[in-house]
């Protein structure tokens, strides 16, 4: 759960509370969320290799 919320106060805008409204707070939240989702999402995986296709090298 901290690392979470970590990763959320990474966005500048959620580390302080500027908003009058929660709803755009929360907005706000909501877009750090689509952000950080994206980016692992198209983030490109490690593919491990395969030990016999090694040895047949």
């Known amino acids: ?3 979470s ?8 805008r959620n580390s302080r509370d500027y ?3 929660p709803e755009h707070a929360e907005a706000h939240i909501t ?4 952000t950080l989702m994206t980016r692992r999402i198209s983030r ?14």
């Open 44 to 57: 490109a995986k490690r593919v491990k290799a395969d030990p016999s296709v090694l040895k047949a090298a």
């Open 31 to 34: 877009w750090a969320n689509i």
């Open 5 to 12: 919320l970590s990763w959320l106060m990474r966005a500048r």
């Open 19 to 21: 908003e009058r409204l």
């Open 1 to 3: 759960m901290e690392r």
